[in-house]
């Protein structure tokens, strides 16, 4: 994974904005602990990523909802893309979640 971020082969994953590669980003979703996994997915209903943490001042959202401090992380479907096509090849994978490598 080193060598591939030192490399520096982004392709169409990188964020223009930054010209790197995006991992993860943070929302105001209400989600729980065992949300894991779960897809997060924009607009036009397409899978931009998954949820995998939150922090700990979110914890209450398991009873309480305060979008003024629930924060999930979820780690960014372009970071997956580029680790499954460049670090670690699972062209089968990528194909069977019907996500373009590049």
């Known amino acids: 994974l080193l060598a591939?971020?030192?490399k520096g082969d982004f392709g169409s994953t990188a964020d223009p904005a930054l010209n790197t590669q995006t991992v993860n980003f943070l929302t105001n979703l209400d989600t729980t602990g065992g949300?894991?996994?779960?897809?997060?997915?924009?607009?036009?209903?397409?899978?931009?990523?998954?949820?995998f943490d939150s922090n700990w001042e979110s914890v209450s959202a398991s009873w309480w909802f305060d979008?003024?401090?629930?924060r999930a992380v979820h780690v960014d479907m372009r970071y997956l893309r580029w680790v499954l096509a460049k670090v670690y090849p699972a062209?089968?994978?990528?194909?069977?979640?019907?996500?373009?490598?590049?």
């Open 91 to 102: 062209p089968e994978l990528l194909k069977e979640m019907g996500v373009p490598a590049q």
């Open 67 to 70: 979008p003024r401090y629930k």
């Open 4 to 6: 591939a971020i030192a």
């Open 35 to 51: 949300n894991s996994g779960s897809p997060v997915l924009n607009a036009k209903g397409e899978l931009i990523g998954l949820n």
